[in-house]
């Protein structure tokens, strides 16, 4: 565990009050309102102590930079707009997809990504 500095306590809270995954240059424009001398390489270096912590979770979309958010305890889905960039959280699930497996076949664990465009995109 990392000692807690201001800087990754700007980041950590940054994370949490934007609620939405965000992209290492865009956690720092969030985390520099609280600590404006916060550069992107000691957000990466938080970055990394974070997620070994469980603070924060990765997520990765398939041909996208890795996005960040707060560690979530229940298990959830993104939305990617396509106009704008941005990720969300959907906090919903269709539930169990192993019907949709092949005979045989056991499923461990399922990701959804919807695309579109956001409610601000869209309007």
């Known amino acids: 565990m990392e000692r807690s500095t201001r800087q990754r306590t700007a980041i950590a809270q ?9 992209l290492p240059q865009e956690l720092l424009l969030e985390a520099q309102k609280s600590v404006p001398s916060l550069s992107l390489a000691t957000v990466y270096r938080n970055l990394k102590g ?7 979770d990765v997520v990765a979309l398939p041909g996208e930079a890795t996005r ?47 695309y579109g465009r956001c409610a601000g995109c869209a309007a």
């Open 50 to 56: 974070l997620v070994e912590d469980g603070v924060v």
């Open 68 to 114: 960040y958010e707060s560690h979530r305890h229940h298990h959830h889905h993104h939305f990617h707009c396509s106009s704008c960039q941005k990720v969300f959280d959907i906090d919903a699930c269709p539930g169990d997809l192993g019907h949709l497996l092949p005979k045989g076949y056991v499923l461990a664990s399922h990701e959804l990504t919807f």
């Open 14 to 22: 940054a994370l949490a009050a934007v609620g939405q995954p965000l």
